[in-house]
């Protein structure tokens, strides 16, 4: 394959993607554009097809349709309300409370759900009256919603993290899943103090001191979702199941559960399953496509050809991983995070693995990246569900979100710069 090949793919990327052609169709159209330019299009269809179907026949993509299904039924299981009663109760006292609030049910439903969506919507439907009420902005209460969804997605169990793994050729899923809690809690931090300070600015209320016993009750009624990070995180870790089994373990415990609290009944399981199979065909459907484009990246010498490019600005590995990152930011305003994963991480993963960079270190970092696209213009998904949950306009949110930004990329540097950060815990419990 030639320049030409390289530059009909990515002409022809984006010009789908501008003409508002589907992320899927757009990344297998441009694959097989690509691949026209030197075989006939009879063989490059075939080759396409191969490649799809053989990314497919992956025993590890299993975990990807149930833990859509877990984080569903997890959705709709009134699991939300109680982490939020939780968050409540042990943020009162600080001020901002009712920020600190969403910033910590995000965080824990997140990573119970393992999806920055169903979060953002479920804890916002719940939070954003509730700040109104108490005299907070609607642009900034809206902004703390969208900045702290994303933060369970490095906090496992995390879809984003098992795709990492299975794009990158079987990196550890629990080195990952324990590289993920450090840097998840720092950005939940970060935006804690930005909470704090505009909270301080604006005189928002604190709650009274929980009694010992409020807080008893309010963890006995959490603690059922809350072990179902226990019971996949130390199944994997202790190696009674792979993640993909994991998967299924919580797909089973989040439906006893919610069964149990009585928001979600039988006649509902058909909805549930019928909903997620619609959300995974569409996650496959960019799985296939987006491993037939990497295999085009190969064919073309492209990671050769930035490798090469890379090497003439610097030779030390942390500034390598610094334009990385700028690259990763700059593609996360337009592109969403299951598509820019599949997309970069076969293109960006031998460059940082030539430079000695860690795969585990820099899985976190890549989604760190993708995590704070998700809530950037003018694509970012969870600007729109923020938006249509509280009803307040996108240039407004944004506003409030420009401090949150500064503090989101300071820790995503931070993590960049010290990969112990995410690399001590893998080390201490010996996955790494």
Same mark, same amino acid.
């Given at each position: 394959?030639?320049? +030409?090949?390289? @530059? ?25 554009? %690509? ?24 025993? =590890?993509?299993?975990? +990807? ?27 009162? /006292? ?19 759900? =393992? ?5 953002? !919507? !479920? ?24 900045? $702290? ?5 490095? +906090? ?8 990492? %793994?299975?794009? $990158? ?92 609290? =009585?928001?979600?009944?039988? /006649? ?12 995974? $065909? ?11 484009? $990497? ?39 337009? @592109? ?93 419990? =010996?996955?790494?």
């Amino acid at each position: 394959m030639n320049t +030409i090949t390289i @530059l009909v793919l990515a002409v022809s990327f984006f010009l789908f993607l501008l003409t508002g052609v589907p992320i899927s169709f757009a990344i297998g159209l441009s694959a097989f554009l %690509s691949l026209v330019v030197t075989l006939p299009a009879d063989i490059a269809a075939q080759v396409l097809s191969q490649k799809i179907l053989t990314a497919l026949d992956s025993f =590890g993509l299993l975990a +990807i349709p149930l833990f859509i299904l877990a984080g569903n039924i997890m959705n709709q299981g009134g699991i939300a309300l109680k982490l939020i009663t939780l968050a409540k109760l042990v943020m009162g /006292r600080f001020p901002g409370a009712l920020a600190h609030c969403n910033i910590l049910a995000n965080m824990m439903f997140g990573a119970v759900s =393992g999806s920055a969506v169903s979060s953002a !919507a !479920a804890v916002g439907e719940i939070m954003l009256p509730l700040q109104r009420k108490e005299g907070y902005d609607d642009g900034f209460a809206t902004a703390v919603n969208v900045a $702290s969804a994303p933060t369970g997605l490095l +906090i496992p169990p995390s879809g984003a993290l098992i795709l990492f %793994s299975l794009v $990158s050729g079987g990196t550890s899923v629990a080195a990952l899943f324990v590289a993920g809690y450090a840097p998840g809690f720092l950005m939940g931090l970060g935006l804690m103090l930005v909470a704090a300070w505009r909270a301080h600015q604006q005189n928002y209320p604190t709650y009274p001191r929980t009694t010992w016993k409020e807080l008893g009750s309010a963890l006995r009624d959490a603690a059922p979702s809350l072990f179902m990070i226990v019971v996949v995180i130390g199944g994997i870790l202790l190696g009674y199941f792979t993640a993909s089994e994991a998967s299924a373990v919580a797909v089973l415990y989040a439906l006893v559960l919610a069964l149990y609290y =009585g928001e979600v009944k039988p /006649r509902d399981i058909p909805n549930l399953f019928l909903g997620s199979t619609v959300t995974t $065909s569409i996650v496959l459907f960019l799985v296939g496509g987006s491993v037939a484009m $990497s295999w085009v990246f190969s064919a073309a010498n492209i990671p050769e050809l930035v490798v090469s490019a890379l090497s003439g600005v610097s030779d030390n590995p942390m500034v390598i991983l610094l334009l990385i990152n700028l690259l990763l930011l700059l593609s996360g305003t337009f @592109l969403d995070l299951t598509p820019a994963l599949l997309i970069f991480t076969p293109l960006f993963l031998p460059i940082v693995d030539s430079f000695g960079v860690s795969p585990v270190h820099f899985g976190i970092v890549m989604v760190m990246n993708l995590c704070i696209g998700t809530c950037t213009p003018p694509v970012g998904s969870l600007l729109f569900v923020g938006s249509s949950v509280s009803g307040v306009e996108i240039p407004r949110i944004v506003k409030h979100l420009l401090p949150m930004y500064v503090v989101l990329i300071g820790v995503l540097v931070l993590v960049s710069l010290v990969p112990e950060l995410s690399l001590f815990f893998p080390r201490m419990m =010996g996955l790494l």
